[in-house]
């Protein structure tokens, strides 16, 4: 059974640094994609990020280029989300989630799922 847990998340305040971690388990991730999804309160999911498990091949929103940065670890099957200059926008619940395909940006590409961790920064 595939198991994505994400931690990392919490309050911090504009301007400041969070490194999300997303543990994977349960099969061999190494032909598969790895993302981070972000969902802010009244808002629709969107992506943020996504790491190829093989290669490390990244891919990027425009707006997270910059201050985002996604990496893994492939000995401890772990996937890293590095938030810097973070901004009271960047609020919400940030999802891991693994795919055979790399370069999609839609939910429907991703059939598993973390359950979510919260960050909330403030002004």
């Known amino acids: 059974q595939v198991q994505l847990i994400e931690s990392g998340g919490g309050l911090v305040q504009a301007g400041g640094s969070l490194r999300l971690s997303c543990a994977a388990s349960?099969?061999?991730?190494?032909?598969?994609?790895m993302a981070w999804f972000r969902q802010a309160p009244g808002k629709e999911r969107e992506f943020v990020a996504a790491i190829r498990w093989s290669g490390g091949n990244t891919y990027y929103t425009d707006s997270q280029k910059g201050r985002f940065a996604i990496s893994r670890d492939n000995t401890k099957n772990t996937v890293y989300l590095q938030m810097n200059s973070l901004k009271p926008e960047d609020t919400a619940v940030y999802y891991c989630a693994a795919s055979l395909s790399f370069g999609r940006r839609q939910e429907a590409w991703y059939p598993y799922w973390g359950q979510g961790t919260q960050v909330t920064v403030s002004s």
């Open positions: 349960g099969r061999t991730f190494s032909d598969y994609t």
